[in-house]
Every structure is written in structure tokens, then in C-alpha cells.
Nanobody, 119 residues
Framework: QVQLVESGGGLVQAGGSLRLSCAAS????????VGWFRQAPGKEREFVGR????SYVDFVKERFTISRDNAKNTAYLQMNTLKPEDTAVYYC????????????????WGQGTQVTVSS
């Protein structure tokens, strides 16, 4: 059974930082590219960025950093200088293809972790 489990969300004051984790099981994690997304209340899901199997990163939003540790089957989203508008549920997703449209067609999804940034 494939699972992606996000963790590390919570309540943080504006200007603070959080590091989200995405732990994968049931897949050969090193063979998958990982995307991060977020969805704020009443808004459409937004693509935050992605990381390739070999840790190439693109489309990542300003103030955010994406990384991965294939030995731990985990990807990370480091978020710095957080703002209230960063409040959302954050999701990770995985897919094999890199060349497909960056923010779509992911095969596996996590359940999400809530990030709330207070002003």
C-alpha cells in the first residue's frame, strides 16, 4: 500500500519558519519526483514547487526550499518568513514523470498537513 504522509504543520507567527516532511512508503521513493501543493480555504489548489529524483528543484515559491533524502524516503518543504497568506493545507504528491506539466498528473497524494500563520 502506497502512503505519503505529511507532517510538521502547525500554528506559527508571521515571520516564523516551518519544515514540512513527506514520508513515503510502499513505493521506490528514489524513482519518483515529488511535488508540493497547498490549498487555502475557498481557493483552488496551488502548486508550490517540485523536486526531481536527483534533487533538481524548480518552480518553488519564493521563501520556500524543497529538498529530499532518498535514504529516508522523505521529501521536505522548508518555509521561511511565513505570512498569513501562506495559511493552507499543504500536500505532497509523487509521480514518475518529470516532463509532464509540473503541477498536474501526480499519481500518489498525501492527506495534507495544516499550516496556520497568525499575524
Amino acid at each position: 500500500q502506497v502512503q505519503l504522509v505529511e507532517s510538521g504543520g502547525g500554528l506559527v507567527q508571521a515571520g516564523g519558519s516551518l519544515r514540512l516532511s513527506c514520508a513515503a512508503s510502499g513505493i521506490a521513493f528514489s524513482m519518483f519526483n515529488v511535488g508540493w501543493f497547498r490549498q487555502a480555504p475557498g481557493k483552488e489548489r496551488e502548486f508550490v514547487g517540485r523536486i526531481s529524483r536527483s534533487s533538481y528543484v524548480d518552480f518553488v515559491k519564493e521563501r520556500f526550499t524543497i529538498s529530499r533524502d532518498n535514504a529516508k524516503n522523505t521529501a521536505y518543504l522548508q518555509m521561511n518568513t511565513l505570512k498569513p497568506e501562506d495559511t493552507a493545507v499543504y500536500y505532497c504528491a509523487a509521480r514518475r514523470s518529470w516532463s509532464t506539466t509540473p503541477g498536474s498528473s501526480y499519481t500518489y497524494w498525501g492527506q495534507g498537513t495544516q499550516v496556520t500563520v497568525s499575524s
